[in-house]
């Protein structure tokens, strides 16, 4: 659980956030905060020392809004903050237009509202939540290497948060250090190490070094 964690919800339809608020609120244990972006208002967000998740509605008539609305709040320079669009269009231009890293993922119009508290969890924990389609296109236009950074297999796929600890290992660093570096807890380090061990299919750190090594 998200433990009071803070999920802001930004757009200019502050009435129609509110149930949505409060079943995140219940099925996550986060906190959330609705802003209203009407009349050019400037987001207000909140965050808390570890992290925050923004929620930016996509409904509007052209992408270029929710994008604006994106950049808005990116002004407020919070490293920990989470970026991630809803009521979001199927194959919208939207999808072309914002991609990772600049945003963790994409809900759409037909999510249910238990299919945001899934990925909103996953957001939370370091997972990327895109269909297949967006991250395809996402690699596809990337370098090789980069494309070779993201994938360990033909079909498996490294986290961003998995990506950032694996990199830190590479430099030699220690759980606990990795842990107060990403503001995390030694025992999630630990979990996210156990995952990367088996989607590279290693057994120790040394392994997963020299991957790291010959592959990004």
């Known amino acids: 659980m998200l433990a009071g964690r803070w999920i802001n919800i930004v757009g200019s339809r502050p009435g129609a956030y509110e149930k949505l608020a409060a079943h995140l609120e219940a099925t996550t244990d986060g906190r959330c ?7 050019g208002q400037s987001p207000t967000l909140k965050y808390n020392v570890k992290t925050g ?10 992408p270029g809004e929710a994008l604006d609305l994106l950049l808005q709040c990116r002004k407020s320079g ?24 600049e945003i963790h993922g994409i809900f759409y119009v037909d999510s249910s509202p238990d299919h945001l508290t899934k990925g909103v969890m ?24 980069t494309s070779q950074a993201f994938l360990n297999r ?8 998995e990506m950032e600890i694996l990199n830190l290992l590479s430099t030699g660093a220690k759980n606990t250090d990795i842990a107060d570096q990403l503001s ?14 088996k989607k590279l299919d290693v057994s120790n750190r040394t392994q997963a070094v020299n991957w790291a090594t010959n592959n990004l």
Not at 54 to 62: F, H
């Open 78 to 101: 919070k490293q920990q903050l989470l970026y991630a669009f809803f009521n979001a269009e199927h194959d919208s231009r939207l999808e072309k237009l914002a991609a990772p890293p």
């Open 33 to 39: 905060h609705i802003t209203d972006c009407r009349f």
């Open 53 to 62: 998740l923004v929620l930016i509605d996509a409904t509007e008539e052209k």
């Open 122 to 145: 996953a957001i939370f924990n370091g997972d990327l939540w895109f269909p297949r389609r967006v991250i395809a296109r996402y690699l596809i236009n990337q370098k090789p290497h």
């Open 154 to 161: 033909e079909h498996d796929l490294l986290t961003v948060r």
């Open 184 to 197: 995390l807890s030694v025992h999630t380090i630990k979990t996210h190490i156990y995952h990367i061990y």
